[in-house]
């Protein structure tokens, strides 16, 4: 019995020491760059700060409990093994290369929905990482396993889109006036239109939608690039995702897309906007986004709250870093990362206390009276996530009216700041203090066929790979829960 407790306890040793040395290993290789945008800088929803540089002290009722030991341990291991590959280089290159010629193929053999291999193992990887499902009953599954941990909701997105490059938009033919509008509609609108509106039938009440409306095709990529209004099929069709999510209680976010497009699609956000978010006072069903990294978005956004000052509706703000820093034109974007993360906390604090500021200034010769707003606030940086929370637990304890506010990130993304948000909220839900704020946690994420998610998951993996510093901190975390699970393992079995 002596000999087995000798060598249990040498086999303990043996590999917390195994974990503990790969833990500090990946920790010793975090380096903090924010001079400026180099190609560790993340090029997409997030800028992040490393967990090295959040704040020392969580704020006031954050938890101090482990965020992460509410996940599942498949999904730590899965975690881990992807953000190891997203945050070496010498994987990543060759991964990125594949998965590019499969997202842009049109052979069969190369397709996840025709090739059964291919399918299986990009299901079991990468698209269960990262989206919901391919039907309604495994979307159903997956949310309710995200409501189950502790999350108020989700963000739901149909995968189908269309990245149109810069070169392409002075070559767009309008498809209204000729043979190609009956093709246009059949082919590319229709299917658009109806993937959307299951994607509002499966959401519930108080969950989000959101809206590409690049996905709808050449058309649609016309009349945005061109500042028209929609065509009179897609008018109809989105006026049906908006007359059904009105009807279910479904928010829906209109996402930022290329800068090619991004004018029309301000300008039908905020008509669309006048129209949905007057029916009930306070509550906006149509958000926009708002790209912080650029360094125009605090005067559009502030012309929009003056519009919505003007003419009497809440505006639906979704704030984000920035989802195109490799295809926007490099000078309309915040020359460093630090210029990013000023703007991006800035205009949250402004939303959050809903008065201008620094950042965010009111319109020249608009109103300086704040209209009504309601904010997703998409990101992956602990600190500016952290500086919000404490800022509103303050608005909270001061007995101040607060903006309708929600936290976001992306499935299979910054789990170690989604997982604290969903403890702090259990741990202030379960309090006894009326003057706490509780923070609600939403996961986005997109769902349709393997073939259809394939350009939803080349973009999260370019991302990763510009994002290296991100990645690490997330594969780091997901290390440090691992070690402490294995820990805890010992301890119970001694």
């Known amino acids: 019995m ?6 249990s306890a040498r086999l303990q040793s043996s590999i917390l020491c195994s974990i503990s040395i790969s833990s500090r290993c990946l920790s010793s290789r975090t380096v903090l760059r924010q001079s400026s945008y180099a190609p560790e800088h993340p090029s997409s929803e997030e800028l992040s700060l490393p967990v090295s540089t959040t704040l020392s002290h969580p704020p006031p009722n954050m938890p101090r409990a482990a965020p992460l030991s509410i996940l599942p341990l498949n999904s730590i291991i899965r975690s881990l093994a992807i953000t190891s590959i997203s945050s070496s280089r010498v994987l990543l290159t060759p991964s990125l290369a594949i998965m590019s010629k499969l997202a842009h193929s049109q052979s069969p053999i190369l ?17 269960r990482q990262f989206c919901a499902g391919e039907n309604a009953a495994e979307v159903k599954q997956t949310v309710d396993g995200l409501k189950s941990i502790g999350f108020k909701g989700v963000i739901l997105g149909y995968a189908r889109e269309v990245v149109m490059e810069e070169s392409q938009s002075g070559s767009l033919e309008s498809s209204a006036k000729d043979e190609a509008a009956e093709a246009c509609i059949r082919d590319e609108i229709i299917p658009w239109a109806r993937g959307t509106l299951e994607t509002v039938r499966i959401a519930s009440p108080g969950d989000y939608v959101a809206l590409k409306f690049t996905g709808a095709g050449s058309q649609a990529l016309y009349d945005l690039s061109h500042q028209t209004g929609p065509s009179p099929a897609l008018k109809e069709a989105i ?3 908006c ?7 479904v928010r829906l976010l209109f996402d930022a897309e290329q800068q090619a497009v991004q004018a029309g699609i301000d300008m039908w956000t905020l008509n669309y906007m006048r129209k949905y978010n007057k029916q009930t006072p306070g509550k906006a069903v149509v958000y926009g986004t708002y790209q912080a990294y650029l360094k125009a978005t605090p005067s559009i956004l502030a012309s929009h709250l003056a519009a919505a000052q003007k003419d009497g509706f809440t505006l639906g703000v979704k704030l984000v870093r920035g989802a195109y820093l490799g295809s926007d034109p490099r000078h309309l974007i915040h ?29 020249q010769g608009g109103d300086t009276t704040f209209p009504p707003v309601n904010v997703v606030l998409a990101g992956h940086n602990h600190t500016s996530v952290r500086k919000i929370q404490a800022l509103r637990t303050e608005q909270a304890k001061n007995g101040e009216e607060q903006t309708e506010l929600v936290y976001a990130q992306l499935q299979g ?13 259990k741990a202030e839900a379960g309090g006894t203090s009326t003057l706490v704020d509780i923070p609600k946690a939403y996961k986005y994420l997109v769902w349709g066929t393997t073939g259809e ?23 780091n975390a997901m290390a440090g829960e691992l070690l402490r699970r294995v820990k805890a393992m010992f301890v119970f079995a001694s």
């Open 243 to 249: 007359d059904l999510a009105a009807a279910r209680d």
């Open 413 to 425: 993304m910054a789990d170690e700041v989604s997982c604290e948000l969903v403890q702090a909220g």
């Open 335 to 363: 020359d460093t990362k630090a210029d990013t993360d000023n703007a991006y906390n800035g205009i949250a604090a402004s939303l959050a206390q809903r008065s201008y500021g620094p950042v965010l200034r009111p319109a």
């Open 2 to 7: 002596a000999g087995l407790t000798k060598n």
């Open 239 to 241: 006026d049906s995702i």
């Open 453 to 475: 998610c394939m350009k939803y998951l080349l973009r999260r993996a370019q991302e990763n790979k510009d994002a290296v510093q991100r990645t690490r901190d997330g594969r």
């Open 111 to 127: 397709s996840p929905d025709t090739n059964p291999v291919l399918r299986y193992f990009l299901k079991k990887t990468f698209y």
